[in-house]
């Protein structure tokens, strides 16, 4: 049960990094989410967005990570 409890306390902390790290990336202006390949259609009365070129961005940066924890694992 303690396994269980620090895999708990360590996915608390992953996830408050990555909020942290959004709120900055905010305020500096980070164009995430709103870069050129990123899809808006606008109609009339709805609107339909599709970041395809952040998914592909956070996907690279993502894999690279892990490969270099990989890497250093080994």
Request: aromatic fraction near 10%; charge should be positive; hydrophobic fraction near 55%.
């Amino acid at each position: 049960m303690t396994d269980l409890g620090k895999v708990l306390v360590l996915l608390g902390g992953v996830i408050v990094l990555v909020g942290f790290g959004m709120v900055l990336a905010g305020r500096a202006n980070f164009p995430l989410g709103r870069l050129p390949g990123d899809l808006v259609y606008r109609g009339k009365n709805t609107t339909f967005y599709f970041p395809l070129a952040t998914s592909i961005v956070i996907s690279v940066v993502l894999s690279v990570l892990m490969y270099v924890v990989g890497r250093v694992r080994k």
